[in-house]
């Protein structure tokens, strides 16, 4: 059961984890490396924020692309 | 299998299938070493990436490579290609299906079942599971649908053969995996971000579209169903070995135990029955198959 219910998370949910996780954790690097911001305590706000919402739009458009 | 009255009794079935069988006893090496080889070397592009000793944008390109080689040696497996039938050898089959697929981020179980069922049903819109693919509206179309992720459509076949248990039971099988290649790259990413972008997620995506486009969309494109009708002998401007010489795909359309590279051979000994029997493209088929027959020029 529980194990049914994760995979339904995973499901329905797996694109805004994969934005927030993924596209996240690169955008950060992106931001760190090429970037002056590196350092900036808002840096990850703006990275993991960026990804998440991608994986938000993908989800309630039910496609990335 | 019924006879049509047009064709001859030199080109029975029975006939086709004494030649087909005499290109399928052979033992798949070269498939065993490319499967575990560029499995083998897409591993060792982590420690060597991660400790300097090879640039990333060049295990990049490695890793892309791996990942277009990855397919064909787990489809071997999936036939059951290596242990051709003996059971003592069958965990060759698993062993390789399994490995191989690393490096696309796939689970064996599920592209097994799901290719057993394009055989079963190819070019069947609603229980062929590369119907979507092989019927697209443009190479473009496929192309934007693997980067999308809107042609694994797993769940959808798991509905449409409910009443599958072998089915369903290898989908269950194969969920552990499914659910480690999804977190695998979501943990590695937060500690090695960009070593996984290019070294596993993109070269996964890379080698997705180009097995896609190679082995669902070209061979099937315009074909209808049907065992002499599925798939179709096609030319290419890439030299074949690039495309893993996907021209000849029909060939294993018809008899999935010939060898992949097996296949050049049986093609020309069966040339006649595939021009009886008006196999799409077969009048085009070269007598003798070179290294290189296809390329339209």
Redesign the interface.
């Known amino acids: 059961m529980l194990v049914e219910k994760f995979?339904n998370h995973?499901?329905n949910w797996?694109k805004f984890?994969?934005g927030l996780?993924?596209l996240g954790?690169?955008f950060?690097?992106i931001l760190e490396q090429f970037t002056m911001l590196s350092g900036s305590s808002f840096l990850w706000i703006l990275a993991f924020g960026s990804g998440a919402m991608i994986g938000l739009v993908a989800k309630i458009r039910g496609?990335?692309? | 299998m019924k006879e049509s009255p047009e064709i001859a009794a030199e080109f029975s079935f029975e006939k086709e299938k004494v030649i087909a069988k005499s290109f399928s006893q052979r033992f798949q090496w070269e498939m065993i070493l490319i499967g575990l080889g560029q499995a083998a070397i897409w591993l060792s592009l982590w420690p060597l990436v991660l400790n300097g000793l090879l640039d990333l944008w060049a295990g990049f390109l490695i890793a892309s490579l791996c990942a277009c080689l990855a397919y064909l040696p787990s489809h071997e497996a999936q036939h059951g290609n290596y242990s051709r039938g003996n059971p003592k050898l069958r965990w060759l089959d698993g062993l390789v299906g399994h490995i191989t697929l690393v490096t696309l981020k796939f689970p064996y179980h599920i592209l097994r079942i799901t290719h057993m069922k394009h055989h079963a049903y190819t070019n069947d819109p609603e229980k062929d599971p590369d119907y979507a693919n092989a019927h697209n509206t443009s190479v473009l179309q496929v192309i934007k649908n693997v980067l999308d992720g809107s042609t694994v459509q797993f769940d959808k076949y798991l509905e449409v053969f409910q009443n599958d248990k072998a089915f369903v039971n290898s989908f269950h099988q194969a969920i552990p995996i499914a659910l480690l290649y999804k977190a695998a790259p979501l943990v590695l990413v937060v500690i090695f971000p960009f070593e996984t972008l290019l070294l596993w997620w993109l070269p996964a995506k890379i080698g997705s579209v180009y097995t896609t486009v190679f082995f669902s969309y070209y061979p099937h494109l315009g074909t209808s169903a049907g065992r002499y009708q599925n798939t179709r002998f096609w030319s290419h401007w890439m030299p074949r070995f690039l495309n893993h010489s996907m021209q000849l795909h029909f060939i294993h359309h018809l008899h999935p135990s010939i060898g992949h590279y097996d296949e050049p051979k049986a093609i020309e000994a069966l040339k006649p029955f595939l021009i009886a029997r008006k196999v799409p493209g077969a009048d085009q088929i070269p007598d003798k198959i070179t290294l290189n027959p296809l390329i339209k020029i």
């Open positions: 995979l995973i499901s797996g984890w994969f996780i993924f954790s690169i950060n690097e496609a990335w692309l």
